[in-house]
């Protein structure tokens, strides 16, 4: 975990270097629409980077779309058929990766229209959403947060992992979701987020992250 050289940095000023990146990047597609993941695990919070970057883009007059996995989570009969702690189920079919090629990544496409769904399933009712659909404009970047992001195979053009220690990742990981921790071991292993990523920032501290740029 500690391959990457890491230099000390704000919140406020990384949100702001991710920004400026954003401004200047061209999708791999051709198309209009640049499509960024900020991932880690739900105690380093990439939502939150997210989220910092969204309002640094609105100051500088570029709209762009902040879209959480959660609202993309299978039916709780589909996520729990083999408990409400199966690991393995967490790692590989907990999120409806289906519906994000369609309602996500396909409207984003070179010939799409830019129409995209925010969020489908809400897991505290196990019910759809009904969000409205949102149009994203041109050059507008779809900033997609969640946890496992790179072993799907979305077609990112920018890649942002939020990595914590295993040491941190446990200790800030709520009792009621140490069970997903080997999830995560084995995410580690197998993608290596933290060496694949384009951008690693690593929040152990979350006062003083630090970061490969």
Not at 4 to 30: F, M, Y
Not at 113 to 142: K, N
């Amino acid at each position: 975990m500690d391959r990457v050289r890491l230099q000390a940095i704000t919140w406020e000023r990384l949100g702001d270097t991710l920004a400026e990146r954003l401004l200047d990047l061209k999708p791999a597609d051709g198309g209009p629409w640049p499509k960024v993941a900020f991932d880690g695990a739900p105690a380093a919070r990439p939502g939150d980077l997210a989220a910092r970057v969204a309002d640094a883009l609105r100051v500088r007059g570029r709209t762009s779309l902040v879209v959480g996995t959660e609202g993309f989570l299978r039916p709780a009969s589909l996520r729990f058929e083999y408990g409400r702690q199966d690991v393995e189920a967490y790692y590989g079919s907990w999120f409806d990766t289906g519906a994000l090629w369609r309602e996500v990544f396909g409207p984003l496409e070179p010939d799409g229209t830019g129409r995209v769904l925010p969020d489908l399933w809400d897991p505290a009712t196990d019910r759809a959403t009904r969000s409205p659909y949102v149009q994203l404009p041109p050059g507008g970047p779809l900033l997609l947060h969640g946890p496992l992001l790179l072993h799907h195979w979305f077609p990112f053009d920018l890649t942002v992992h939020v990595q914590l220690s295993p040491g941190a990742l446990r200790r800030r990981t709520p009792e009621g979701e140490q069970w997903t921790l080997p999830a995560f071991a084995r995410y580690d292993t197998e993608t290596d987020p933290a060496a694949t990523a384009d951008v690693v920032v690593r929040a152990d501290d979350p006062r003083h992250p630090a970061w490969n740029g």
